[in-house]
């Protein structure tokens, strides 16, 4: 195998060479009347709702917000004064948040490619982390995440927030306890119906006066603007998640929270081997991604799989995505909706729990952020959590690019195969560094 980098190395002296743990940490800690200081840096659809949980979960005060383009920024300001944050100030360089010694804390919602150098950054600034999934793009990002987090002793969430839902809960007790029987084989699925135009194939243009494509593409390629690989739009979420430069398609948006529920099931366990297969068969628009990919992983105790089709709506286990636990004596499929376990034999009743009391996610995430804030223990999703199931995703990816099937080797935090090592490594544009 090739010789491990100087960041892989610091990485592996800082975790010990093995997994790490959730135990506790030393910190700052906030008193239980103490206000928590938070900005949002990236306020589009997903940032926004962000302010909106934020705002329900007491202790927080809601003091900036931050976007590159101007609408998204008037937009959140006005959220979080109807929320009763009167003294919000709008920011459109993230450095001045993490320059700000008053703020606490950050909740980062901007497209995929700038997760790592944000969430590194505010650990280093001193700031705790709510970070959104994918964590990463690149698997040496991921690595350096779980080295600033630990270095600087932060509390950082990851944004795979169903870890925090009744049902993906009680889904998890059911696998740990032997009613499914010895579990051999796990589907992760989605399937929905795109139009064959897709998202359309405008040309590249000038930005809108009011965005900073500049800031906005940061370590990023240069680029020209293209509505596409920008994509803010009032009835969908942003369509930049389907260009390479900046994210990984559905693969790391969907499949993310999809196969995070098989690694908490396992407790983390990630896969040993990666083969994957993807193209573009019917979508015509200029994004880049995949509209069907299937992919196979071998864990240590059993085989997953991924499934993604994009162009076609069939339903499985009664539904059009989830992730589903095949064992011995039954198979139990989760999803938002709730969660029902087929039971082995002719003419045996499935078992449905859909109760809707279960189903809250995204409050009992952000309220689990601020009680870690305050005791300084990991987080329900802890970053080396978000992290392994990104990389799981962003493997998948990088295989079926190159046409590899990929070895991981856990302990060493990298893949066995040399000709894959340069697809593991962050590539930015000057003058965007990753450090430490």
């Known amino acids: 195998m090739a010789t491990e980098s100087a960041d892989r190395r610091a990485f592996l002296k800082l975790a010990g060479g093995a997994a790490l743990t959730s135990s506790l940490f030393t910190g700052n800690l906030k008193g239980a009347n103490d206000k928590v200081n938070i900005a949002f840096i990236g306020v589009g ?3 926004s709702g962000n302010i909106g949980y934020c705002a329900n979960v007491p202790g927080f005060e809601i003091v900036a917000v931050c976007d590159v383009y101007q609408p998204a920024l008037d937009a959140a300001v006005e959220r979080a004064r109807k929320g009763g944050f009167a003294g919000v100030k709008a920011v459109r360089d993230f450095r001045e948040i993490l320059a700000d010694k008053s703020v606490d804390a950050v909740c980062i919602a901007a497209p995929d490619h700038w997760h790592a150098y944000m969430a590194v950054e505010a650990c280093k600034a001193g700031k705790d982390v709510w970070v959104e999934k ?11 995440m779980i080295q600033a987090a630990r270095k600087f002793e932060r509390v950082v969430q990851g944004g795979t927030m169903q870890r925090s839902g009744g049902f993906f809960r009680k889904a998890r007790e059911i696998v740990k306890s032997g009613e499914l029987g010895d579990i051999t084989f796990c589907r992760t699925f989605q399937a929905d119906a795109t139009k064959k135009e897709g998202w359309g ?3 590249d243009s000038d930005p809108p006066r009011t965005l900073d494509w ?4 940061g370590p990023a390629p240069a680029r020209p603007f293209n509505s596409n690989r920008w994509g803010v739009a009032s009835d969908h979420y942003s369509t930049f998640r389907y260009f390479w430069d900046y994210a990984g398609g ?18 983390e366990a ?12 019917y979508v015509s628009d200029n994004t880049e991604t995949p509209d069907t990919m299937q992919v196979t992983y071998r864990y ?5 799989a991924y499934e993604s089709r994009t162009a076609n709506a069939f339903p499985m286990y009664n539904s059009g995505y989830g992730t589903a ?7 139990l499929m989760v999803n938002r909706a709730g969660y029902t376990i087929f039971k082995h034999g002719r003419g045996a009743t499935p078992v449905v729990e859909n109760n809707p009391t279960l189903a809250d996610m995204n409050l009992p995430h952000w309220r689990n952020f601020m009680e870690c804030i305050r005791s300084r223990q990991h987080p329900t999703s802890d970053i080396e959590n978000c992290v392994r199931s990104t990389l799981t995703c962003v493997l998948a990816n990088i295989s079926m690019r190159h046409g590899l099937m990929l070895t991981w080797d856990d302990r060493a935090m990298t893949v066995q195969q040399p000709e894959a090592l340069p697809y593991l490594e962050a590539r930015y544009r000057a003058p965007w560094k990753l450090e430490v």
């Open 201 to 203: 194939n405008p040309p």
């Open 45 to 47: 659809r997903m940032g």
């Open 250 to 267: 559905n693969m790391t948006d969907w499949g993310v929270h999809l196969l995070d529920i098989v690694q908490f099931a396992f407790d």
């Open 134 to 144: 994918p964590a990463c793009v690149y698997v040496e990002e991921g690595l350096k």
């Open 214 to 217: 500049d800031l906005w593409l």
């Open 325 to 331: 636990f095949h064992g011995t004596k039954a198979t």
């Open 300 to 304: 240590p105790g059993f085989i997953g």
């Open 270 to 281: 990630m896969p040993i081997g990666i083969s994957a297969q993807g193209g573009k068969f």
